[in-house]
């Protein structure tokens, strides 16, 4: 009895120590300990954030999982409120912050909390920065597997510099490749070496110094497949190409006919006239609600599309139904020529509007939850209000009152004088 409870004791402390050991804690003495070509996955806590217990069991796994595979990547966790010279030197501002430290690079991710998520980011940023594709099959298998792809054809050149520098800082969204002119494939016409071609939206693009301006720009604007499902992240992460992005927003889960139809249409759209519009427009359908209600302040109808402007939180709606594609089209064209206005934007008004939707919001939903605690709350904020008046009149009383003292010519002098 007492040897089987002493086993059982025992193989929970080696499970202990054995779930320990797939993720470091690291303090500040890590920036100096660390090796040079060590590669770090690093995660920033701080003890009271809800989101960091949530992932904690995710790290863990994310931990044995690298180590079974023999990946060369370390992975560890960190206090940030207590490794404050860490935390700094990877500007740490929010938690948790997920991190790669590789060479003198370091990457964050900004995706999803979710162990595949996490992983595909490690294995991609912590693999080659540019892969090279060496047959016609390998070349096909990573095609099947990615929507966009950013190709080098060529030997050694100024543009490869150009190239890898580019992906040494983007490899933290897309996949950079190499290959030999003959790895292409058949129907890829290039006409001159070396060049980076791009392949998306099952078609492929010539970069062009000239008409698409710098590689990492271009890259940067083009790294979004022109029409994909839409969740906030993407969203986010689309803003930052520049450009304005066509949304649909449909319903969460059973979708109407309706709905099913508007997303056809915006499908078509985006590719039967991608020439025309894939420089200003990416497309997209979204089925949360949360981000748009918030944008525009009140209620969205579902299905609707929208034009956002992600760099100023500005939106477009159109003037009518959109329900054919000539309608889709004039939106478009409307929001391009101007003829259709910005409304929200980021200003001040706007900000401080959002702030008051958001608290309406807030009170809105508490009291049709827990009624008792949102008329509990309110009234104790209201009480708050009520007493700070009251010392601020107090106080200003008493400030009007030395005022008197100092007057040259009071109420209470001017009696004086007229007794005299
Ligand atoms: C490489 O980048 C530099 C600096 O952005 C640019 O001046 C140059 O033209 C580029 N070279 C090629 C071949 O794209
Ligand atoms: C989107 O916002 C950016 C930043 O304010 C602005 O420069 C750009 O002109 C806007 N685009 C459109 C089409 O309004």
């Not at 120590?17 to 797939?22: L, P």
């Not at 402007?309 to 939106?315: E, P, Q």
């Not at 409304?343 to 939903?365: A, D, P, Y």
């Amino acid at each position: 009895m007492l040897t089987r409870r002493n086993s059982l004791l025992l193989s929970v402390l080696l499970c202990v120590s054995v779930v320990s050991t797939f993720v470091e804690e690291l303090d500040d003495s890590f920036l100096e300990a660390r090796g040079e070509n060590d590669i770090w996955l690093i995660e920033f806590y701080a003890p009271w954030c809800s989101f960091c217990k949530q992932l904690e069991p995710v790290w863990h796994q994310i931990g044995s999982e690298l180590k079974s595979l023999g990946s060369p990547v370390n992975v560890g966790k960190s206090d940030a409120t207590a490794n404050t010279g860490l935390a700094k030197e990877f500007k740490v501002r929010g938690y948790p912050a997920i991190l790669m430290w590789k060479k003198n690079m370091k990457y964050v991710y900004s995706g999803r909390r979710s162990k595949d998520g996490i992983m595909e980011f490690t294995e991609r940023v912590a693999g080659p920065t540019v892969r090279s594709l060496n047959s016609l099959q390998l070349f096909q298998h990573v095609m099947k597997r990615h929507d966009v792809m950013f190709v080098y054809v060529g030997a050694t050149s100024q543009l490869k510099g150009n190239f890898t520098s580019a992906a040494e800082l983007l490899i933290v969204h897309n996949f950079f490749f190499s290959a030999a002119r003959d790895v292409l494939p058949k129907d890829v016409s290039v006409a001159s070496l070396p060049t980076v071609v791009l392949f998306k939206d099952r078609t492929y693009f010539i970069y062009n110094e000239e008409g698409d301006g710098d590689l990492m720009s271009c890259i940067n604007r083009e790294r979004f497949p022109n029409y994909c499902k839409m969740d906030s992240y993407r969203l986010y992460a689309t803003g930052e190409s520049g450009k304005l992005v066509v949304l649909l927003l449909v319903e969460e889960n059973e979708q109407s006919e309706q709905s099913v139809r508007y997303r056809g249409l915006l499908e078509d759209v985006a590719s039967q006239h991608r020439h025309i519009y894939s420089r200003n427009f990416y497309f997209g359908f979204m089925d949360d609600s949360d981000y748009l209600t918030g944008l525009m302040m009140g209620d969205v109808v579902v299905p609707s599309f929208v034009v956002v402007n992600l760099s100023n939180d500005g939106f477009f709606l159109p003037r009518g139904s959109v329900d054919t594609e000539k309608q889709l089209l004039d939106f478009l064209n409307g929001v391009l020529d101007g003829s259709i206005q910005c409304q929200g934007g980021n200003g001040v008004v706007q900000r401080v509007g959002r702030l008051i939707h958001e608290t309406k919001l807030l009170l809105t939903s508490l009291f049709s939850q827990v009624p008792l605690l949102g008329c509990f709350l309110v009234g104790f904020l209201l009480a708050i209000v009520v007493f700070f008046c009251y010392l601020c009149c107090k106080a200003r009383r008493t400030t009007s009152d030395e005022d008197d003292d100092d007057a040259p010519v009071t109420p209470s002098l001017q009696r004086h004088k007229k007794s005299d």
